[in-house]
């Protein structure tokens, strides 16, 4: 999700965004562990994300 996609949320979005892309890199990185992705990228892409969306809840509160 780039940054622009996240900017158009609303915060209730946001959070439900949050937990979907939370709960997605979880299982992600349990698989990677039990035998390697093909495409391990895919961690970092969802890392990033994951770190997005929050930047951007905490910069909402404020």
Same mark, same amino acid.
């Given at each position: 999700?780039?940054?622009?996609? +996240?900017?158009?949320? !609303? +915060?209730?979005?946001? #959070?439900?965004?949050?937990? /979907?892309? /939370? &709960?997605?890199?979880? $299982? ?6 039990? !035998? ?5 990228? #895919?961690? &970092?892409?969802?890392?990033?994300? +994951?770190? &997005? ?8 509160? $404020?």
């Amino acid at each position: 999700m780039k940054q622009s996609e +996240v900017k158009g949320l !609303s +915060v209730a979005e946001l #959070q439900e965004e949050l937990g /979907k892309a /939370k &709960r997605s890199y979880a $299982d992600l990185k349990m698989a990677h562990t039990i !035998s390697p992705l093909e495409n391990p990228i #895919q961690l &970092r892409t969802l890392r990033r994300t +994951v770190a &997005r969306i929050a930047t951007e809840l905490t910069k909402r509160q $404020d």
